[in-house]
């Protein structure tokens, strides 16, 4: 059974105009998938709908199956590791090892040393353990985007979705998420990256879907 399969869905925020439509693709559970398009083009809307926090207007949405609608976010949460464009967004927590701990609550069934484990491992390889105890807040833009990364990648997801992970990144940074990538990689997870750096997705990804105004052209 396919991981996604998204059939013929159309999205608009106000009837009167339509952002997507004719949307069609699959995705398998371990496959790398690079997603690409004009800024404004609905990206971010549709990472939502495949998240279920936006209901389609037509079409459908299955996740293993079922039907994303019918699926409680929180059950999703636990499948799907999402990294927010914006990841001050999902930054709430008062401090970092606050913030990677809750993480866990969706569910995984995981005994406190071996989150304390993954969480260290996540920090030390983001470089933010000496930020441990303060606030998410006072970190800049690219140590709030490593947070924001390292505290899905800590959680056991079956599949990784990031919007524009390597906005705000410096090159080193950038080459550690590479390297988070080729360790999801070789542990057969899936993910799914919307970027606007081509030569970042070529190397990644093995299916890339662009999308415009017409569809989703899938090469
Ligand atoms: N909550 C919203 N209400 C109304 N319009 C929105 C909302 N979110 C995004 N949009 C609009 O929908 C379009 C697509 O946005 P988005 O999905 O963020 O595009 P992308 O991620 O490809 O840059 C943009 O024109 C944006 O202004
Ligand atoms: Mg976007």
Redesign the pocket.
Known sequence: MSFYIIDSLAFS?NKNTS?LKNISFVIEKNQHIGLI?E???????LIKLMLGILKPQKGTILLEGQNVRDIPLSQIGCKIGYVF?NPEKQLFCPTVWEQMSFSFIYGNEIDNQDMEDRINYYLDLFELEKYKNDSPMKLSRGEKQRLALASVLSRNVDYLIMDEPTIGLDILRKKQLEKCLLTLKSEKKGFMIISHEPNFLEKYVDKLLILSSKGVEVI
Do not use: D, E, P, V
Request: proline share 0%; charged share 10%.
């Open positions: 925020y952002l398009g800024n404004g083009c609905g990206k971010t809307t464009q």
